[in-house]
């Protein structure tokens, strides 16, 4: 069934991008794990199809959801986020050209434009998006792409993605959103003037913590064929099962959405009163230096908090303690995780660039899950009591 993009949310996660296979009348697309396809005669491909890394009917069922959802023109999969981000960067800049990009990034993505990309003569300036003054005054002759992510991980800050894109436009760039922490259903960056939504699919779009990958959304369709074509050159392209267990994850994401965020607004609550509300990051309490700007922009607060615990010490006792909290990186699975970002998911980000940013050794970053609230509530608590 060909669902229209006004489609609501939740029809659209169910059905948009796919319809019942035609053979069999399988409700969810199959996994078509293969490599190449029979040609009807020479340079004749039956259905358009070639060779996988190209095409590949299960990826492109996922592809065309992802952009249904987003509210965009072209979608392209990844193998990772990293892989879509690095990806966007190959397709839109070459030596010379400048990128701003928010200071408190993913810490890979900050390791990747640091380590690789200004090696091969890329210019980056860091800068905190949340201050729109200090945005445009980053922005120079050579900028090229703007590049944010909001709410931020882990500080929880939020951009304004009109004024970010304004800007960015005024001086001839693109802007690209990383929206992996609210994902389109709390947040649309391409409604909001953004060129580029960019999503690690491996959180919440997949939601049950069972695959990596990546993607990349345009509002306009020369842009997206400009990352299909380094989507086919690079062939950073997932498998067809990734493909299905996000495609499959989508379907109940609105479902799990509203869950994670009546949880972690209980919890943020709970925490305010062991920690204090300067040291609980969360855009859902009124508290929160830009919570009227995320009232606006957003649908819902999402499952992320981070807390300053007070040391790293004391951070690592925490999060060292919890029983139904499991200590990992990622986020956005169905099951609560708990971190040490400084130590575990930005350990790679310099130490004087953490600092800057307020990242104290002492942050705790939660990934709530969908798990009973009061479960959760009282393992966190008696986790901080032996802290």
Known sequence: MKVRHDTGFETLA???????DPMTGA????????????????????????????????????????????????????????????SLLKALLKEGDHVVCGANVYGGTERMFRTVWARFGLRFTY?????????????????????????????????DIAACAEIAHKGDALLSVDNTFPTPFLQRPLAMGADIVVHSTTKYLNGHSDVIGGAIVTRDAELGARIRDQQRISGAVPGPLDCWLVLRGIKTLHVRMERHCENARQLADVLVGHVGHRAVLYPGLATHPQHQLASRQMGGFGGMISFDA???????????????????????????LISVPAVMTHASVPEEVRRKIGLTDGLVRLSVGIESADDLISDLEQALGKA
């Not at 169910?14 to 019942?20: L, R």
């Not at 009917?57 to 892989?83: H, I």
């Open 14 to 20: 169910i059905h948009a991008g796919h319809v019942p």
């Open 27 to 86: 409700v969810m697309p199959p996994v078509y794990q293969t490599s190449t396809y029979v040609q009807d005669g020479v340079a004749e491909p039956r259905g358009g199809h070639v060779y996988a890394r190209v095409t590949n009917p299960t990826r492109t069922a996922l592809e065309e959801n992802l952009a249904a959802l987003e509210g965009g023109s072209v979608g392209a999969a990844f193998a990772s986020g990293l892989a879509a981000i690095e």
């Open 127 to 159: 800068v905190d998006t949340s201050d729109t003054e200090a945005l445009a005054a980053a922005i120079r002759p050579e900028t090229r792409l703007v590049h944010i992510e909001t709410p931020t991980n882990p500080m929880m800050q939020i951009s």
């Open 310 to 336: 007070g040391s790293l010490d004391r951070a690592r006792a925490v999060a060292g303690s919890t029983r139904i909290f499991q200590l990992a990186e990622s986020l956005g699975g169905v099951e609560s």
